[in-house]
């Protein structure tokens, strides 16, 4: 972190771009040359000694930006850089950081976003290099802050630019300096405690601790103990004093993941707790006062738990100020790739392996399949190739069970309109990706892979019988016997599809194009109507 006003060297060809830079950060209280080009650049380096910060167009007129930003830093004139680029590909990003950037903007950048970026890069320590302009860079805590927190295609650990990360991001970002309370729900695998190290890692309390608890993990006769403490004798085994996860994370965050799986007379301690901000070990009257930022998290539908009964609904009340939902990595589109080619490459460096990339048709089956173990899974395989596999190129053969067998990702249902009433956008989205599947088959079933299979609502998978003749009387009175109630095949749909999602309402209501709320309403007017 620098003490003192930041000297900071813009390369910009445009003028008006130039001044806008120099505006925005003059703000800040940085000292700001500002040159044209390579050349220039190069000059006024020499002539200066260096730089704490490069801010560099990499479409220069005299020259790559590439090829100076790479110049500049393996010689030492640019402490860190931040690369400013129109081109958004995920190989001109990787190149810029190959080069030394340290972040990534994307042309035009917002005054907001400059500014916020230029922060961040001036606050990460400064990287020390070998003979041979090689990067060194400490291990453990000193290694992650050195990486750079916020990049195009990157947040605070999570990897992704599809429209619902970035509402995530968004949340995050308001969220994060307030003290209030934050729930995370999603999936599991789908990022819940990056989130809510991001959430610490952008807020005030940054440099407090951040403790996570695993509520699920750790036995119910334990989880007091374990949040906030004992004192010596409290129960048999305990021979110290122990600080709980409350009293460890005075000043910073504590996240209780799989809060759903907390005990309900614990979750009244908690409570009390969340009012009073004060905590009472095991076996002590004393009370002690803490300063502790909470966030909490669960894979299940916390509305759901409510009314079960297996969650208290003034607590939830309680914890759910601000709410911040993960997206399931099948509704993530392109960032499937991001992170399986993102951590291609680290774990072919780990284990000494050669690969480039995917082939087309390898991508095709990553982008298509559901991933039902969202991220986590989908880390799992690319590790499970790069260990077992050698080559350039991923081909589908040597991705492992289930990704190598495409007649069990494909529903077999896929060509017949019914399943897209139930499916939604995932249908259409298999079909351009396995394009020999999209003809419609032939068959007695109407193109259903599985006959006699019917889809919810919307009647039996084979043809019916033909009706009797229209114009006479039982033909207009078979016809209106065969039509139902609209409201009674939508609920028939919405209760399939939630069956066909293991109960998952947020899933069902992707699925079906509706808000989950919708049938939360539906299922809430059943039960009192």
Not at 130 to 135: D, R, V
Not at 352 to 368: H, M, N, P, V, Y
Not at 375 to 391: A, E, F, H, Y
Not at 474 to 495: A, H, S
Request: glycine share 10%; hydrophobic share 40%.
């Amino acid at each position: 972190m620098l003490t003192e006003p930041a000297r900071i060297l813009i390369i910009e060809p445009a003028p008006s771009l130039s001044h806008a830079y120099v505006t925005a950060l003059k703000r800040d209280g940085h000292a700001l040359s500002v040159v044209d080009g390579g050349a220039a650049a190069r000059k006024a380096l020499a002539a200066s000694g260096g730089t704490d910060l490069l801010l560099v167009n990499l479409q220069l007129p005299d020259g790559p930006g590439i090829d100076l930003l790479r110049d500049l830093t393996q010689a030492g004139l640019a402490a860190r850089a931040i690369a400013l680029t129109a081109q958004g590909s995920v190989q001109v990003a990787v190149d810029a950081m190959r080069a030394g950037a340290a972040d990534v903007l994307l042309l035009p950048v917002g005054t907001d976003r400059l500014r916020g970026a230029v922060s961040t890069v001036l606050a990460q320590p400064v990287p020390t290099r070998e003979a041979g302009g090689k990067t060194s860079k400490a291990k453990g805590a000193k290694a992650a802050a050195a990486e750079p927190a916020v990049t195009e295609y990157s947040f605070y650990g999570f990897i992704g630019a599809s429209p619902p990360m970035k509402a995530a991001y968004r949340l995050i970002e308001a969220a994060a300096p307030s003290k209030a309370t934050v729930f995370i729900t999603g999936e599991s695998g789908t990022g819940k405690e990056v989130c809510a190290e991001a959430i610490h890692r952008r807020s005030p309390r940054a440099q407090g601790p951040f403790i996570a608890i695993n509520c699920a993990a750790i036995p119910k006769d334990l989880m007091e103990s374990e949040i906030f403490g004992h004192v010596k004798g409290a129960f048999t085994g305990a021979s110290t004093d122990h600080a709980g996860a409350a009293l460890q994370a005075d000043g910073g965050t504590l996240f209780l993941d799989e809060i759903g799986e907390m005990d309900l007379s614990l979750q009244a301690k908690l409570l009390r707790f969340l009012q009073t901000g004060m905590v009472k070990k095991v076996g002590s009257e004393k009370l002690e006062p803490v300063d502790v930022r909470i966030v909490c998290a669960t894979n299940r539908d916390p509305y759901a738990e409510v009314q079960a009964g297996r969650f208290r609904e003034d607590l939830f009340y309680r914890l759910q100020v601000i709410s911040i939902e993960l997206p399931a990595l099948r509704e993530r589109g392109d960032d499937i790739l991001l992170i399986a080619r993102h951590f291609l490459e680290k774990y072919g460096r780990e284990e000494r392996k050669s690969f480039k990339g995917f082939d087309k048709e390898a991508e095709g089956i990553l982008q298509t399949y559901a991933w039902p173990g969202n991220v986590r899974q989908l880390l799992n395989v690319v590790r499970n190739v790069v260990v077992l596999n050698d080559g350039d190129e991923i081909k589908p053969f040597m991705l492992p069970p289930p990704l190598n067998k495409p007649t069990m990702i494909v529903p077999p249902i896929l060509h017949d309109p019914r399943w897209a009433a139930v499916a939604g956008p995932l249908a259409s989205q298999i079909g351009q990706a396995f394009p020999a599947l999209a003809a419609p088959p032939s068959g007695p079933f109407g193109g259903l892979g599985i006959p006699g299979v019917p889809i919810p609502g919307i009647g039996p998978a084979t043809p019916a019988a033909p009706p009797p003749a229209s114009g006479t009387a039982d033909g207009w009175q078979n016809d209106e016997r065969r039509i139902r109630p609209l409201w009674q095949v939508e609920e028939e749909t919405i209760d399939e599809a939630i069956r066909l999602c293991h109960g998952n309402i947020t899933r069902a209501a992707a699925l079906l194009e509706i808000n989950p709320c919708t049938i939360y309403r539906r299922r809430q007017k059943k039960r009192t109507g």
